[in-house]
């Protein structure tokens, strides 16, 4: 490239030094210098610049070929991207339809779970009920005994002490003082008798209404339970748990203690 460069400088030398032509502005070169140099830029030129003049010459063929294979695979591509849509909105369809099956196959196996436990639920109800109302029955009999027992015990004891009274009243009957203070102590007895007999059916009746707290707290905590199952079940929100009342009328029974 530098002998290109050279044979240019020396070319526009001899043109510009060249004896100019009258009344024109053409001159007059050595031909065989000039022919000579330009030779020597033909030689000195490289091979690569040939081949470029070739790319630009065939550029036309080349960027319809490269076009074409550009629409070649742009429809290809297409064409594949269309058929892998198509598969994947088949394969979408198939997962949809398999998971749907099995949303409703579980959402049938928890309807069927939930009425089974609402049949235990309601079965274990009915059983506490009729335990709670055996107990209730068992602690009211009993109640029921022992008030009658403490009441008969006070009166025997109210009247065994007015008969020793009244016996004692006619045996200091004829003594002012005795008298009067076996007055006094006729009404002391009968008193205490009566505050006994007072006291007797008071504690009786704390204590059936004790145990009656008791079972109405143990019905409660059921009526609970079973209400909350149901509404959890309506909602779905999970398996209720029936322990922990039963946990919590237990603490509050045995607080109630």
């Known amino acids: 490239m530098y002998r290109v460069f050279e044979a240019l400088d020396e070319l526009v030398a001899i043109v510009e030094e060249a004896r100019g032509v009258p009344m024109t502005a053409g001159c007059v070169v050595p031909r065989g210098d000039v022919l000579e140099l330009l030779d020597d830029v033909r030689d000195a030129i490289p091979g690569e610049l ?15 070929d490269a076009r074409s294979n550009a629409e070649k695979t742009i429809s290809s591509a297409n064409a594949e991207a269309n058929s892998t849509i198509e598969n994947a909105r088949d394969d979408a369809d198939r997962i949809l339809a398999d ?12 309807r069927a779970h939930a009425e089974q436990l609402v049949t235990d639920a309601r079965a274990e109800a009915e059983s506490s009920v009729a335990e709670g ?12 005994s022992e008030a009658e027992r403490m009441i008969e015990s006070g009166k025997a004891s109210y009247e065994r002490s007015v008969a020793e009274g009244t016996a004692e009243q006619a045996r200091l009957v004829s003594q002012t003082e005795v008298v009067q ?7 002391r ?23 009656l707290a008791e079972f109405e707290d143990f019905l409660n905590g059921t009526v609970r339970s079973v209400g909350r199952g149901r509404q959890q079940l309506r909602t779905g929100s999970g398996v209720p748990d029936y322990a922990s009342d039963y946990d919590v009328d237990d603490r509050r029974a045995e607080r109630r203690r």
């Open 181 to 187: 203070a076996a007055h006094a102590e006729s009404a």
């Open 50 to 64: 040939d081949d470029a003049q070739d790319v630009l010459d065939h550029k036309d063929k080349l960027v319809g």
């Open 189 to 211: 007895v009968i008193d205490s008798a009566h505050a006994e007999s007072d006291r007797l059916r008071s504690d009786c009746d704390l204590y059936v209404d004790t145990k």
């Open 133 to 144: 109302q055996r107990e209730y029955d068992a602690l009211t009999g009993r109640a029921r």
């Open 99 to 110: 998971a749907k099956a099995q949303a409703d196959r579980m959402v049938a196996e928890a």
